[in-house]
T-cell receptor
């Protein structure tokens, strides 16, 4: 079956541009997560949605980062006025329920390069 | 803040040998641990998990050991194969909450 998909797979932006990254979770999955992975590092939590509700956005690095999931399925991570330090792979994951022990299924990520 | 980390950044093993990847954690409140495998250009893939009330859990060719006394976690891969070459991350969750904290990863290289 279809897994988590993300688009675009690669994005190059000039410093100061706005970008939007899309995540299509597994159909029916309640929970959705965004992570940021710097080169050679483990993923770092950004934000968590349960259906359309954003329950935790404590990992968003600044107010330039904004995420939404208006209908409880597809999610978009938006970064305004991109900076070079935003260059990373942005991973999306979904899980079927609300419980902390549900397996998270990850997408392939979007590699963002800010010049 | 408290975090999950790994002892060895790179591990090279001969094909057919067993591999052991180690992880130290510092958050004593963590009650659930996960091992992920990440291949180049892909997202992390769930391998195996263990709750803090367990010491050992086995899967297909993999075993996770948890030592709460010294806050240590290990992943054992039996009969390592070339397809096991990847970066392995341990991760933790605290208190049933969905947020996952990852360690920095260990790169496993399998020598044919």
């Amino acid at each position: 079956g279809a897994g988590v998909s993300q688009s675009p797979r690669y994005k190059v932006a000039k410093r100061g541009q706005d970008v939007a990254l899309r995540c299509d979770p597994i159909s029916g999955h309640v929970s959705l997560f965004w992570y940021q992975q710097a080169l050679g590092q483990g993923p770092e939590f950004l934000t968590y949605f349960q259906n359309e509700a954003q329950l935790d956005k404590s990992g968003l690095p600044s107010d330039r980062f904004f995420a939404e999931r208006p209908e409880g399925s597809v999610s978009t991570l938006k970064i305004q006025r991109t900076q070079q330090e935003d260059s990373a792979v942005y991973l999306c994951a979904s899980s079927p329920g609300r419980w902390g022990t549900d397996t998270q299924y990850f997408g392939p990520g979007t590699r963002l390069t800010v010049l | 803040g408290e975090s999950v980390g790994l002892h060895l950044p790179t591990l090279s093993v001969q094909e057919g040998d067993n591999s052991i990847i180690n992880c130290a954690y510092s958050n004593s409140a963590s009650d659930y641990f996960i091992w992920y495998k990440q291949e180049s250009g892909k997202g992390p893939q769930f391998i195996i998990d263990i709750r803090s009330n367990m010491d050992k859990r086995q899967g297909q060719r993999v075993t996770v050991l948890l030592n709460k006394t010294v806050k240590h976690l290990s992943l054992q891969i039996a009969a390592t194969q070339p397809g096991d070459s990847a970066v392995y991350f341990c991760a933790e969750r605290t208190g049933g909450y969905q947020k996952v904290t990852f360690g920095t990863g260990t790169k496993l290289q399998v020598i044919p």
